[in-house]
């Protein structure tokens, strides 16, 4: 320890001097007033490397080591979170994202009810069907699940809130918009929209738009998504940790109750509307 001490002295009086050199090294030639430009050059090179070296050594000793290290573990770090496609991390939830389920051509979204996104943002994605044919699915957690009873379990999941009710008016709600799409575009020709409800505990929102983007909302205890971190990714960079998202929905999906089903598809040479609803009995 005395060592490490009188080497930080002797460091800072070393850096000190060279500090005073470099200084001195810069005023000569305003001082002296050399007539030739290229030894002021030498002088004012001289005190700038000089005052860099300083600087350098300072940064060093302040924090544990070199400049340049720090710069390379900084690069280092960005580059690996760059190569897996994550593009922005949000300490709350913000609205950019949702712009995009307005233009897409297929949407999965897997929430415990999703019941404040489809009241928000359930026009746009009537819209979505509507203009682009997109193929939406959506993954509930089952209101009828036995945590949903325990108090303990569903306080912590979802503060201050009815989760089973939310999960069904979200059903209702969606059956709604699909009603009112079949009667204002009984012409619709393309597009679907499905729910299901699975029959895991629920840990994380995950919502992947026209299979490129993804975001994922883990589930914090005892506080509400909305104040949870929100992180979103993209397939152009990440396309092995976006695959992870993409077969994880698919595995849910296939093991989860189908709730209702409505596709919209041309069936007859007038090009007329038809439906096919699905009820689990």
Known sequence: MIRQTL?????AVVQGFLFLVAMLLLFIPVVAKFDNT??????FSLATSMLAS?????????M???VATIVEQRV???????????ETVHLYTEDSFFEKLEYAHSIDFMSVSAHGTCQQYGSRIINAIEKH???????????????WTKSEISDALCPTSDVPYEIRDTERYLRRLVSNLKREKPSLEVGSLELRYYPIAPTASIILVDGTVVRHTPYLPHRHSSDSTTYDFTKLRGGELYSRYSETFNKVWDQSRVIFKESWSVRNSYKQNTSDLEKDN
């Open 133 to 147: 044919g997109c193929k939406v699915r959506f993954l509930l957690s089952d209101p009828d699940n036995v945590i």
């Open 54 to 62: 300083v600087l350098l050594s300072f940064f060093e000793s302040m």
């Open 64 to 66: 544990g080591t070199d």
């Open 76 to 86: 280092n770090f960005n580059r690996v979170v760059y190569d897996r496609g994550l």
């Open 38 to 43: 290229e030894i002021s050059l030498v002088f």
């Open 7 to 11: 080497f930080r002295r002797y460091r």
